[in-house]
């Protein structure tokens, strides 16, 4: 699951609540504690919360003990479109269409 598909999964409006730590992601949705996606006001599910719970109360092996829904994946690059070939097309037509004009006089 990529960060955009993770950060559908907020918690809010029936959706569930999923949070991602150290490359996994986990379901909190049934804890009481992540009610609407929000915990404590200091966590939002369909984030990656690895940095925030660096500095957070409560050890990691509270997190894990969430079952796991899948790993978090890198976002695919943007795909380049280039314009190149059009470009060349119309100059080698514009060429084309010039040694036309000049040669029928």
């Known amino acids: 699951m990529t960060t955009s598909e993770l950060a559908k999964h907020d918690g809010r409006d029936g ?12 379901d909190v949705t049934t804890s009481p504690l992540w009610s609407g996606g929000n915990h404590q006001d200091s966590h939002h599910a369909g984030h990656d919360l690895t940095e925030e719970l660096k500095s957070a109360p409560h050890v ?13 994946e890198a976002e695919a690059p943007p795909k380049v479109v280039s314009h190149t070939k059009g470009i060349l097309v119309a100059i080698i037509t514009a060429v084309v269409l ?3 004009i000049l040669l029928s006089r």
Do not use: Q, S
Request: proline share 7%.
């Open 15 to 26: 959706r569930p609540a999923y949070v991602a730590v150290n490359g996994t992601i986990y």
């Open 60 to 72: 990691r092996a509270v997190v894990e003990r969430f079952p796991v829904v899948g790993r978090l």
């Open 98 to 100: 010039l040694l036309a």
